[in-house]
């Protein structure tokens, strides 16, 4: 998949935090397209209050990025351990 505003507008988002704090909320009236993840082996985070884990994986911290679509309203809350990042574009 590729992320692309050329020709339909949008904003690049690019954010990270620690902890468990609000990483992102998608504004009123716009979606979001992008990836998250975490540097630690917990897992990506939370959306709307649920905690997203990693799919399987052989080897101990090594997961791939997330891909996500989000809506106007959904929040994005960094995983309880390690950096929680989000990129993509938002129209």
Not at 25 to 35: D, M, Q
Request: net charge negative.
């Amino acid at each position: 998949m590729a992320l692309s505003v050329a020709g339909g507008g949008g904003t690049t988002i690019c954010k990270s935090v620690g902890g468990n704090s609000t990483l992102y909320t998608v504004p009123a009236g716009k979606t979001f397209e992008g990836y998250i993840w975490n540097t630690s082996s917990n897992g990506p985070g939370y959306i709307n209050g649920t905690r997203l884990y990693w799919p399987y994986s052989n080897s101990y911290f090594v997961h791939e990025r997330m891909y996500v679509q989000l809506n106007s309203g959904d929040e994005v809350l960094g995983d309880t351990s390690g950096t929680t990042m989000i990129l993509g574009v938002e129209k």
